[in-house]
């Protein structure tokens, strides 16, 4: 019987922990602000997950959200998001600043991929060629 409860209990905290670390791992604090040009500079990283075009929400200390933007410029020790003017009036030094959900930024990267086009005959397959970057149909020969 003991055993079983020292068992479930170590499965608690796992699975406590596991769900808290991704609002953990993602998460910056705001450390400058341009409220005329709606500029919110993080102390986030690309390796944070702030990569170009990603989706950031602020949040207040109660937990709240405020806002969201897109991640418009990164370095290796800040980010700077753009929101909207009037929303950034709104946000203070210090609050949170979490990555959204990382399946729509997906559906938004995939959307903006282009198809790249062939180069050569070899890229369309053993009957296809290649005409202005394009695989067409079989060869004729």
């Not at 409860?5 to 608690?12: D, E, K, N």
């Not at 937990?63 to 991640?71: P, Q």
């Amino acid at each position: 019987m003991p055993r079983i409860t020292t068992i479930l209990i170590a499965l608690a905290i796992v699975v406590v922990s596991a769900t808290s670390f991704k609002c953990i791992a993602q998460a910056a604090q705001v450390t400058r602000i341009n409220k005329s040009r709606g500029l919110i500079v993080i102390n986030g990283n690309k390796d944070d997950g702030f990569v170009m075009g990603a989706t950031v929400c602020f949040y207040s200390t109660s937990g709240e959200e405020i806002t969201c933007g897109r991640v418009q410029q990164t370095s290796d020790s800040h980010v700077t998001v753009k929101v909207n003017n009037r929303k950034a009036k709104q946000i203070r030094y210090g609050m949170e600043a979490q990555l959204e959900d990382k399946g729509k930024d997906q559906e938004y990267i995939e959307s903006t991929k282009e198809e790249q086009g062939c180069v050569d005959d070899s890229e369309c397959g053993d009957s296809g060629y290649c005409v202005n970057g394009k695989c067409q149909g079989t060869k004729g020969w």
